[in-house]
């Protein structure tokens, strides 16, 4: 059996994910795995490998890292591979043309249901704005973000516990499953992509600083979607007493009160009130603090604070 040789290219677990289907599946020769640099990451800047890279080296697969694709060496050697294909899921860098030309073809495994949420965070927008359902799309590349047409799609159902982390776990699998299904009919010519309908497109942009900040005047419901659409990362937080507090998980709850005020406390319980409804904090981090359980913070620091007390000022 010939195989298909493909360039994988991806940088997070989602796209670990992936390539670990693919390796998996006898179909295909990964002849080169293409991902982000190393980056320094923490306070104490340690150089972290991405996820992709740390799969492809227990492979024994050629990794490239260039900073930037185009115009690269790393480029020029990648077009000399002589590959069938290339796969692309979460890569985090534009293809130039040059590149997409060289090869029969190049599809991407994108993790929302096209044509919405075009961009690098979709799962968070997805969970941010309290969407019912979420999905994976294996898309043709073209060089304008995530505009190919459409070879296939799939849908799975948003959980009242799904947030950015179960949701990156979940899609990553449903990714990696339909592009294994895919992939065959496709590059046999069999399955022919749909366009996206332009009218119904919407994008989903990296989250910015300013949005990770929580607007307690918003409704209970608002509040707790960003919540855990921010969570694990980047994390969203409000003020305490002129600090930063992050907020990782809440639930909501009942009461009514000046949004951002407590208008419960116990030892094991915080309750914070919004425009409509409220929000119990569960795992929080204090300024100068490590991560705790709620009950954990007002056995300490938190002991001094009193219902009346405000968060956002």
Do not use: C
Not at 101 to 112: K, L, M, P, Q, T
Not at 138 to 144: A, D, P, T
Not at 216 to 239: C, D, S
């Amino acid at each position: 059996m010939t195989k298909t040789k493909l360039i994988f290219m991806g940088t997070p677990d989602f796209s670990a994910t992936v390539l670990e289907g693919l390796l998996s599946d006898n179909h295909y020769n990964i002849v080169a795995v293409v991902t982000q640099p190393d980056r320094a990451v923490g306070r104490k800047k340690e150089i972290r490998i991405t996820p992709v890279k740390e799969l492809a080296l227990a492979h024994g697969l050629p990794v490239y890292q260039p900073e930037k694709l185009s115009g690269s060496d790393e480029m020029a050697q990648l077009m000399k591979l002589d590959a069938d294909g290339i796969v692309t899921a979460a890569f985090g860098q534009f293809l130039p043309t040059k590149l997409l030309n060289s090869v029969s073809f190049a599809v991407n495994v994108h993790a929302s249901l096209l044509p919405k949420y075009r961009g690098g965070a979709p799962i968070h927008y997805a969970l941010i704005n309290g969407d019912k359902e979420a999905g994976v799309t294996i898309m043709e590349m073209i060089k304008e973000m995530d505009a190919g047409d459409m070879i296939s799609q799939k849908a799975l159902p948003i959980l009242a516990e799904d947030n950015v982390g179960t949701l990156f776990t979940k899609l990553a699998v449903l990714g990696r499953d339909l592009l294994l299904e895919t992939l065959p009919a496709y590059i046999a010519g069999d399955l022919k992509p749909v366009p996206q309908d332009k009218d119904k497109v919407s994008f989903s942009p990296n989250i910015s600083p300013e949005e990770e900040r929580i607007d307690w005047n918003k409704p209970a419901e608002t509040v707790f979607n960003q919540i855990r659409g921010m969570y694990p990362w980047p994390v969203a937080h409000t003020l305490l007493k002129g600090s930063r507090f992050k907020i990782y998980q809440a639930q909501l709850a009942d009461g009514t009160g000046q949004p951002g005020q407590i208008i419960e406390k116990t030892k094991k319980t915080l309750v914070v009130a919004a425009d409509s409804g409220a929000i119990s904090l569960k795992i929080v981090q204090p300024a100068g603090k490590p991560k705790m359980a709620i009950s954990d913070f007002l056995n300490g620091v938190g002991r001094t604070l009193e219902v009346g007390d405000s968060f956002g000022q």
